[in-house]
């Protein structure tokens, strides 16, 4: 069976981290912690874990902290998470399967990482990572903030979920600090670095210099096909923002010229129309919405309500409000096959029979 390092990188999680750990305990052959200036007690926990704990002075480069963090793994497999991740019970059993079985010759596990749940615990979004790869003895990380592994060799796609649980504001304004002191160096952005850089800036309501950053990304070429697809969706957002509403509506349209459409577009275009009580124009787009076949291995993020619940109980919505009440009932129906405990769906019920 081959052998897994778990390698961590930590800065101040005394919070989180025994979380993370006890939901990994008995699936890795070793755990490597690699703190970056705690403060607290996330050092001391740690040590609970294992003796294998080590510091590194923070540069401002996730990148290089997680190559240090991957230096230090012995097994055949190097395996990351953050200290707000954790796996599940059903999500470990899946991963001692993989472990299991894994083959020698696979270079690259990509594992669904699922994050926003719901109140019923399911994922808002979800998108897969490279979660766990061959120990090469060489950098394999890219990337000062959003930093990634670009998949090579062999990769095998596995259903065990990594679930983020985020504890806390952490520093909303470290990643546009790191990026804008690249600027400052005079470094040039690539493509994904430009298109995280744009989310941050959206993230801080700047809307201006968002919207100029998702241009230059998208005339700059280069980028993942799906980045560009949501680069066009956040900018149809920086748009709204600014009162361009033209301006949105084409962002979405140009979206197509990337591929076909997404479900994620498909309702974004129909809440625009929406909004604007273009009520036969937006039913047509959350109709096209259920049409959209979702694919989690594209490597865009996915928003699963897209595929299901938003599209049926907006489409309920609308109907309703073209006098088309006994479709809008059976759009509330099947809404509710979905997510059977929403509110929405269950107002709905009521409203329903309120008007029989």
């Known amino acids: 069976m081959a052998t897994i ?100 010759d696979v270079d690259v596990v990509m594992m669904p990482y699922h994050s926003g749940l719901d109140g019923a615990g399911r994922p808002v979004f979800t998108c897969y990572r490279e979660r766990v790869v061959r120990n090469l003895g060489r950098d394999l990380w890219e990337g000062a903030v959003h930093e990634a592994i670009a998949p090579f060799g062999k990769v095998l796609w596995a259903k065990a979920a990594v679930t983020h649980r985020k504890e806390g504001p952490g520093d909303p304004d470290r990643n546009l600090r790191i990026y804008e002191g690249k600027l400052a160096r005079g470094e040039a952005f690539s493509p994904r670095e430009r298109f995280y850089y744009a ?12 919207a100029k950053q998702l241009e230059a990304f998208l005339d700059q070429g280069g980028g993942w096909t799906e980045n560009e697809i949501e680069a066009c969706r956040l900018l149809s957002q920086c748009r709204l923002a600014q ?14 010229r990337y591929d076909d459409p997404r479900a994620e577009t498909c309702c974004a275009l129909g809440a625009y129309f929406q909004a604007r009580q273009a009520w036969r124009r937006a039913v047509f787009w959350y109709e096209m919405a259920l049409t959209r076949e979702r694919n989690d291995q594209g490597g865009g993020f996915i928003q699963p309500d897209c595929y299901g619940f938003l599209p049926c109980i907006q489409l309920c919505v609308c109907c309703d409000r073209l006098g088309r009440h006994a479709e809008a009932e059976a759009w509330n129906q099947r809404a509710g096959r979905y997510k059977p405990e929403d509110p929405s769906y269950l107002w709905n019920l009521s409203y329903f029979a309120s008007r029989s």
């Open 5 to 104: 390092s778990l390698c961590m990188i930590v800065k101040n999680e005394e919070r989180v981290l025994s979380r993370c750990l006890d939901s990994v305990a008995g699936l890795v052959d070793e755990m490597v912690i690699v703190d970056t200036g705690s403060t607290d007690a996330t050092k001391a926990v740690a040590l609970a874990y294992t003796d294998r704990v080590y510091d590194f002075v923070w540069r401002d480069d996730f990148a290089s902290a997680r190559n240090y963090s991957f230096s230090l793994g012995k097994m055949d497999y190097l395996m990351w998470l953050d200290a707000d991740d954790v796996l599940l019970p059903a999500d470990r059993e899946a991963f001692l399967d993989l472990k299991r079985g894994l083959s020698p």
């Open 243 to 256: 009162g361009d509403e033209k301006g949105a509506l084409q962002a979405l349209l140009d979206s197509f």
């Open 199 to 210: 989310r941050e800036l959206l993230d801080h309501r700047r809307y201006a210099d968002a």
